[in-house]
């Protein structure tokens, strides 16, 4: 005989609404109890129709999520925290792969989320200024995003301007005063966050009177990009920075590499750092900000079934700080070095 959600209610101990609702998400119930109610589940075999359920609580039990790569890591690791979350709480994901500049990315803002069959939606990296977000929200669904959003629903993101003015505070306090930032290229997809670090370098630089030393070399925000834009860079031994800030981790790797084929030495002639703490940064050692993308998709996931149990919610902003990780990319520059050394001789 096929166990039923009484049977389920029996065993955890709780009533059957109790168990209904820690199975199907909808209404509170402790985490404590939704973990006794799910095991009960599990052991006795139950699996609740997601048609019931739907039916029992007018809710389709799926989360949309909506992105512009899936081959980049920030946006795999997003994607991974968010698809964790959701399993620990019963629910389907559907994904939406909108890569910028393509058709499949208008058909799917114009056809296939205008058919709603999800409760809510996660969109990551979506830029304010396309008017993409607001599209989202006139269909009547909570949204949530994972940065590049505005103010019309919640998000979650690491604070980049802060980021990038810590980064370059390191290479500041090192004595670096002629420093690069290797990004911003206005044209690409991620403007928004890559203006926000550009702005903290900024800052950095003029607050500490280094303002004519800052140099802004742009760049595409790949491995490729930051190679190209430090070979430009590096080219000229007397001009040279002696240290680079690469808007996000790939960036700084391509320099690094770029660095190596020159003939620079790191960090003994060029100091390099990054944002992200992207799972390559060990292998190069790097010193870099460290975000946590599937915490960030974790805690979307949190936000977003806030305001599905609460749709008159108010938007909020969740701003992370991100922490610093100290590798061995980055030292004093080489004027300071020889200094030292010299008056280590005169002792």
């Not at 007018?58 to 920030?74: D, E, I």
């Not at 069959?117 to 304010?128: H, K, M, N, S, T």
């Not at 079934?305 to 610093?324: C, G, N, V, Y």
Request: proline share 5%; net charge negative.
């Amino acid at each position: 005989m096929a166990s039923g959600i009484e049977d389920v209610a029996r065993r955890a101990g709780v009533s059957k609404s109790t168990a209904s609702r820690a199975l199907s998400g909808g209404g509170y119930v402790s985490e404590e109890t939704r973990s006794r109610v799910r095991r009960a589940a599990y052991e006795i075999g139950y699996a609740p129709s997601t048609s019931a359920v739907s039916l029992a609580t007018g809710r389709t039990q799926n989360v949309g999520v909506v992105m512009p790569y899936l081959n980049r890591w920030f946006f795999a690791e997003v994607l991974e925290g968010i698809q964790t979350a959701l399993l620990e709480r019963g629910l389907d994901l559907t994904l939406y792969d909108a890569e910028p500049g393509t058709d499949g990315r208008r058909r799917i803002f114009d056809d296939f989320l205008a058919r709603k069959r999800f409760d809510g939606l996660i969109a990551v990296g979506l830029e304010p200024d396309d008017h993409e977000v607001e599209r989202l929200v006139a269909m009547g669904r909570p949204v949530v995003s994972v940065v590049g959003a505005g103010s019309e629903t919640s998000s979650v993101a690491i604070d980049d301007e802060h980021a990038a003015r810590r980064a370059t505070e390191h290479l500041l306090e090192l004595g670096h005063r002629r420093i690069a930032f290797v990004g911003g290229e206005p044209d690409h997809h991620w403007a928004q966050v890559d203006r926000s670090r550009l702005r903290g370098f900024h800052t950095a630089m003029e607050d500490a009177g280094c303002a004519d030393e800052a140099i802004h070399i742009r760049s595409e925000v790949t491995i490729p990009g930051g190679y190209a834009a430090a070979v430009d860079a590096l080219g000229d031994s007397r001009d040279r920075p002696t240290a680079i800030l690469g808007t996000c981790d790939e960036v700084a790797i391509g320099a690094i590499i770029a660095a190596r084929r020159l003939g620079v030495q790191v960090p003994s002639q060029l100091s390099v750092v990054g944002i992200d703490d992207h799972e390559f940064a060990e292998m190069f050692s790097l010193t870099t900000l460290r975000q946590v993308p599937r915490e960030q998709g974790a805690a979307a996931v949190e936000l977003l079934l806030d305001h599905i149990a609460d749709p008159d919610r108010p938007p909020e902003q969740t701003s992370l700080k991100a922490r610093m990780v100290m590798r061995s990319s980055t030292a004093p520059p080489p004027t300071h070095m020889t200094a030292a050394a010299a008056d280590m001789r005169r002792e």
